[in-house]
């Protein structure tokens, strides 16, 4: 099941939103064979963008960080490949937002970056050695403008 939502070009204080897709985790055990799909259409060229994965996961959870590959394949591109170790806590808490049990991680991927015209394809592949990695609950893709 895929869950989705497109923010609207609505401005802020900070940040215009463009785009955030959130994909769930079949039964919260991402196999290292499920690999989240993202696409998104660049026309503004004038701005700025950042990227982030957006990971949620419950207490449950065995590590404090996750590693992943992140393939992009700008448009009229080939794909590139990016190894990331991801942090997700320190000894003492979980950095991301929590709820009961639940908690939120919005990571930085890229600084802000001048994109170019066209369709952005993105994937992300988890590469831990545990596979499946149990109680991840849901990946995204969430890409702002920066002023």
């Known amino acids: 099941m895929v869950i989705a939502s497109?923010?609207?070009?609505?401005?802020?204080?900070?940040?215009?939103?463009?785009?955030?897709?959130?994909?769930?985790?079949?039964?919260?055990?991402?196999?290292?064979n499920f690999k989240p799909e993202f696409t998104f259409l660049i026309k503004d060229t004038t701005v700025r963008y950042q990227l982030f994965l957006v990971l949620r996961h419950n207490e449950k959870y065995n590590y404090n960080n996750i590693w992943i590959n992140f393939y992009s394949q700008p448009p009229g591109d080939t794909v590139h490949k990016a190894p990331y170790e991801l942090q997700l806590a320190n000894n003492e808490r979980w950095l991301g937002t929590g709820m009961d049990d639940i908690y939120e991680h919005r990571i930085e991927l890229t600084k802000p970056i001048q994109l170019r015209a066209g369709s952005y394809h993105f994937k992300v592949e988890q590469i831990m050695r545990e596979d499946p990695l149990e109680n991840v609950m849901d990946v995204g893709l969430r890409v702002e403008k920066k002023p």
């Open 6 to 32: 497109y923010a609207a070009l609505v401005e802020s204080c900070t940040t215009v939103d463009l785009y955030e897709k959130d994909v769930t985790i079949p039964r919260f055990k991402w196999k290292s």
